[in-house]
Nanobody, 115 residues
Framework: QVQLVESGGGLVQAGGSLRLSCAASGSSFSISAMGWYRQVPGNQRELVATIISGGITNYGDSVKGRFTISRDNAKNTVYLQMNSLKPEDTAVYYC?????????WGQGTQVTVSS
C-alpha cells in the first residue's frame, strides 16, 4: 500500500509561482511513474505533467514552457514547479504514483490564481 501526501497549494496572483510536492510512503513499493493532474468542478481530470523512470517527462499543452516536473527518488517525492501562473490554472491538483502496475492518487491540493 502506498500513501501520498501533497503540499504547496494556495492562492497566488497571476504571473506568480507555486511549487507542489507529493511524498510517497509505504511498504514494498517500487515507483515507475509519477505525475500531476488537475480538475475543475464539472470538468474531467486532465494531465498536467508526468515523469517516468529515466527522467522522461511529458506535459499537457497548456502548461508547456511554464511548469516543470521533477522527482527525488531518494525521497520518493515528485515536485511541480509552476511559473507564470494564469487564472485558468486554477484547479485542484492531484498527484498520481504508479507502483507495481497500480495507480495511487493523492488527496488533492487547491491552487487558485487571481487575476
Amino acid at each position: 500500500q502506498v500513501q501520498l501526501v501533497e503540499s504547496g497549494g494556495g492562492l497566488v496572483q497571476a504571473g506568480g509561482s507555486l511549487r507542489l510536492s507529493c511524498a510517497a510512503s509505504g511498504s514494498s513499493f517500487s515507483i515507475s511513474a509519477m505525475g500531476w493532474y488537475r480538475q475543475v468542478p464539472g470538468n474531467q481530470r486532465e494531465l498536467v505533467a508526468t515523469i517516468i523512470s529515466g527522467g522522461i517527462t511529458n506535459y499537457g499543452d497548456s502548461v508547456k514552457g511554464r511548469f516543470t516536473i521533477s522527482r527525488d527518488n531518494a525521497k520518493n517525492t515528485v515536485y511541480l514547479q509552476m511559473n507564470s501562473l494564469k487564472p485558468e490554472d486554477t484547479a485542484v491538483y492531484y498527484c498520481r504514483i504508479t507502483s507495481l502496475l497500480k495507480d495511487y492518487w493523492g488527496q488533492g491540493t487547491q491552487v487558485t490564481v487571481s487575476s
